[in-house]
């Protein structure tokens, strides 16, 4: 009779315990889905990704997914991020999070295979005048195009917003790209490319590339 009771008391205090850890919220770790009604806590973060190289290790956090397509990004002075997206979309992100508002002033932007709003750069003194650059894929009749624009950013809107530059390298096939620098005494420099079209990036008389 003895080597009843015991197994069986035993058993009852395991099953106890199981169900107060349950009642109490205790994390479930046996991958075992819960009883319908049971409180889940939320799912812990991925632990960040840690890449080595030779020289240093890279430690990748990420910030926000909230983003489509996203193509170049800047700092504003006060910690924000300006990003563009390549449908042609100007987003602020502030404190990790994309602001539901898009800011407006963008021009229309051909989006055929890979075109789109593409490279973002301050100008060297932003802080004191609140220019900006981009550059951005234009449709025309000979196809699409290389742009640099450059505008004024007001914290919500872009305004005077201006083609600086458009690229002589109207062609159909939507794979245009480009990137922005600045020089050291403040001048602007923007370079073209046109993937499928490299024999008219070698040549002088056109901005293909």
């Given at each position: 009779?003895?080597?009843?009771?015991?197994?069986?008391?035993?058993?009852?205090?395991?099953?106890?315990?199981?169900?107060?850890?349950?009642?109490?919220?205790?994390?479930?770790?046996?991958?075992?889905?819960?009883?319908?009604?049971?409180?889940?806590?939320?799912?812990?973060?991925?632990?960040?990704?840690?890449?080595?190289?030779?020289?240093?290790?890279?430690?990748?956090?990420?910030?926000?997914?909230?983003?489509?397509?996203?193509?170049?990004?800047?700092?504003?002075?006060?910690?924000d991020m300006l990003i563009t997206e390549r449908a042609g979309r100007l987003r602020l992100l502030h404190d990790g999070r994309p602001a539901s508002a898009i800011i407006t002033g963008i021009p229309p932007v051909d989006t055929r295979a890979q075109d789109g709003?593409?490279?973002?750069?301050?100008?060297?003194?932003?802080?004191?005048?609140?220019?900006?650059?981009?550059?951005?894929?234009?449709?025309?009749?000979?196809?699409?195009?290389?742009?640099?624009?450059?505008?004024?950013?007001?914290?919500?809107?872009?305004?005077?917003?201006?083609?600086?530059?458009?690229?002589?390298?109207?062609?159909?096939?939507?794979?245009?790209?480009?990137?922005?620098?600045?020089?050291?005494?403040?001048?602007?420099?923007?370079?073209?490319?046109?993937?499928?079209?490299?024999?008219?990036?070698?040549?002088?008389?056109?901005?293909?590339?």
């Open positions: 009779m003895r080597r009843l009771i015991v197994p069986t008391v035993l058993a009852f205090v395991g099953l106890s315990v199981a169900f107060a850890l349950l009642r109490s919220g205790a994390p479930h770790r046996t991958g075992t889905p819960l009883r319908s009604g049971t409180a889940l806590l939320p799912a812990a973060r991925p632990d960040p990704l840690v890449l080595i190289s030779e020289r240093a290790r890279v430690r990748v956090v990420t910030i926000t997914d909230g983003l489509v397509e996203p193509w170049a990004l800047a700092f504003l002075p006060n910690g709003l593409m490279d973002l750069a301050l100008h060297p003194r932003f802080a004191d005048n609140h220019r900006l650059y981009f550059t951005y894929s234009k449709a025309g009749e000979r196809g699409d195009t290389t742009v640099l624009a450059g505008a004024r950013f007001d914290g919500a809107k872009l305004a005077d917003v201006r083609d600086l530059f458009v690229a002589n390298a109207c062609a159909a096939g939507g794979n245009s790209g480009s990137r922005i620098a600045f020089g050291l005494d403040g001048t602007s420099a923007s370079g073209t490319n046109r993937r499928r079209h490299r024999i008219c990036a070698r040549t002088k008389a056109r901005s293909c590339g």
